[in-house]
């Protein structure tokens, strides 16, 4: 998950935790932030609307300090690139119960996404609701923590390896039941003196900022599922010079996000055309037909990740001047493998984390 040519620091694992990535991404953008005047970062800013005027052609954007929001700023921009991820707003699913639970016990009910401290849970009993990497990753963080078993409810059965008496997988949950702090499983058990619950069931695609984009029969956001009318995942089909970046997920961001940058800035320096408006809405219509409307347009789990990276390689490489500007990095066989690994050797990481709790 290196940028190019910035590698990890030396003797970090296979799989760091997320304050050694936060420390990588603040180390790399001082490589281009310090010194560097033609790069201006606002930082405590916050984005109010961004929004185009189709008198002059180009975008206005509004903001304000965070600790200040009753004074604004006002810019106007040629090009709009949306970086802002789409991990910003929890999904939670509404099962039977769960309202009357949050409104009696609020602060015993969470998402992955304010997770930072396993410690808060300390002698809890917690049930982790979610599959996915995030419910998987924060299970094996609580233990020597939390009270044993961790319940962790999923929809399907998850890889033999991570099966444990310190962790128990059960079903889904059916029906929350606040009064004697206890969940419902589909298939008729019940999860007893639940202390908290920690949702790791995802996030909706949300950009409060593009409220003009939100409506009409070519909004950017209707359910939250994903982001719609794209071509290649990232130029706004209607309006070419809204764009954006890392909508996918089930990848590996850096390399993603540098190739997909490649490509944008041959295309906004005009080395590089986009097709007509109707052959690049065409594609986008073949994507669903392949992929599905909804979350799944934007899964790209390997190798799809790495199918999609070698197009927008093939499709720089076809710029006018072509040589000129960064070109992002192609995986070779070697990072392949490993990419196509990836899922057997997070498990087998699981596997040793949990077996050395198992000794204790």
């Known amino acids: 998950m290196e940028y190019k040519e910035f590698p990890f620091p030396n003797q970090t694992p296979m799989f760091p935790t997320w304050y050694r ?49 009753s004074i604004e700023d006002e810019y106007i921009f040629d090009a709009v690139v949306v970086c802002s991820g ?41 049930l982790v609701v979610g599959n996915a990497a995030s419910g998987i990753d924060i299970s094996v963080q609580l233990l020597g923590y939390a009270n044993q078993p961790i319940y962790r409810s999923v929809r399907s059965p998850t890889s033999s390896q991570l099966q444990t008496k310190k962790i128990k997988e059960v079903a889904q949950v059916a029906k929350y039941d606040f009064l004697t702090r206890s969940a419902v499983l589909e298939d008729g058990s019940i999860v007893k003196d639940i202390d908290h619950i920690l949702f790791c069931t995802g996030y909706l695609y949300s950009f409060p900022y593009l ?13 939250g599922s994903r982001v719609h009318h794209l071509f290649k995942q990232m130029f706004y ?90 070109m992002a990095e192609l995986w070779n066989k070697e990072k392949q493998e490993l990419r196509s690994r990836s899922s057997e ?16």
């Open 21 to 69: 990535v936060l420390e990588y991404v603040q180390s790399y953008s001082r490589t281009f932030l310090e010194g560097n005047d033609t790069v201006h970062v606002s930082l405590e800013t916050l984005v109010k609307d961004v929004r185009k005027d189709p008198s002059s052609g180009q975008w206005t954007m509004i903001t304000s300090n965070v600790k200040n929001t």
């Open 86 to 126: 789409h991990y910003a707003v929890a999904q939670v699913p509404s099962v039977e119960g769960l309202d009357v639970w949050a409104k009696n016990d609020p602060d015993s009910i969470s998402h992955a996404k304010y997770f930072d401290d396993p410690q808060a849970f300390r002698g809890k009993n917690v």
């Open 211 to 223: 409220k003009s984009y939100s409506y009409g029969e070519n909004a950017i956001i209707t359910d």
């Open 237 to 326: 089909i209607h309006d070419p010079s809204l764009i954006f970046v890392g909508m996918q997920w089930k990848i590996i961001p850096m390399p993603m996000a540098e190739s997909q940058g490649m490509v944008i800035a041959r295309v906004l320096s005009g080395r590089l055309d986009l097709p007509s408006k109707s052959e690049m809405a065409k594609h986008e219509a073949n994507e669903i037909k392949l992929k599905g409307d909804d979350r799944r347009f934007h899964c790209f789990q390997y190798p799809q990740d790495y199918e999609y990276t070698k197009q927008l390689h093939d499709w720089a490489q076809a710029a006018r001047n072509s040589k000129h500007g960064f």
């Open 345 to 360: 050797l997070k498990n087998e990481y699981f596997k040793k984390t949990i077996e050395q709790h198992e000794k204790v």
